[in-house]
């Protein structure tokens, strides 16, 4: 193949964004000492990339960055596990590190069949620590986005018609007006619930 007919099979442009193998990118560097017109066609597709990324100059909407950000607090504020200053829990929560968080709210033993302790409650968040041995029953929030991790225990949450199995470290967003309730598979379950209120 000259040096025209492998410009225009595409593989430059595959070269240059990076998404061929070595063996591959190794064949076009080498084909590039050996035909100037392939190496001067990666430097003019380099620059047109380059001049691309500058005139796109696309920045992330201000609330994608603001969700960024308050992802890394709450994980910055997970890793100081401090029961009167609470992170929000998200995707990326650390069910070790809340373990770590609620112990001091815990009793020693489960003596009753639930144990359920307020650690948050404000304006905008209200975090409930719930020990249960018995299954939780069905409920709906209308005012209140739900989510809850599982720091021990396993069980089942049933959304209506959907089936979610968690164990620890499992994290579940309960969407608004949806039926819910929870069966309990290894007893005790540990968990925190969070409900954020909507405005």
Excluded at 18 to 44: C, F, M, T, W
Excluded at 70 to 89: F, I, R, V, Y
Excluded at 156 to 168: A, F, N, Q, S, T
Excluded at 173 to 193: D, G, Q
């Amino acid at each position: 193949m000259d040096g025209k007919a492998y410009i225009a099979s595409g593989i430059i442009e595959d070269y240059c964004l990076g998404i061929l193998s070595d063996e591959e990118s190794r064949e076009v560097e080498h084909r590039a000492q050996l035909y100037p017109e392939i190496k001067q066609e990666i430097d003019n597709y380099l620059v047109a990339l380059e001049q691309y990324a500058l005139d796109s100059n696309f920045y992330p909407p201000i609330h994608v960055k603001d969700k960024i950000l308050e992802l890394l607090d709450n994980l910055q504020l997970e890793e100081k596990a401090k029961l009167n200053e609470l992170p929000l829990l998200n995707k990326f929560s650390d069910h070790t590190k809340w373990l770590q968080i609620v112990k001091p709210a815990l009793p020693e033993k489960l003596n009753d069949k639930m144990y359920v302790h307020v650690l948050r409650d404000d304006k905008k968040v209200t975090q409930i620590l719930i020990w249960t041995a018995v299954d939780y029953p069905d409920e709906v929030h209308k005012d209140v986005e739900e989510s809850f991790i599982i720091l021990q225990g396993k069980c089942k949450c049933y959304i209506e018609d959907e089936i979610v199995e968690l164990g620890p470290g499992g994290f579940l967003e309960i969407p608004m007006y949806k039926h819910h309730n929870v069966k309990v598979l290894e007893s005790p379950v540990l968990a925190v619930v969070q409900r954020v209120k909507v405005a």
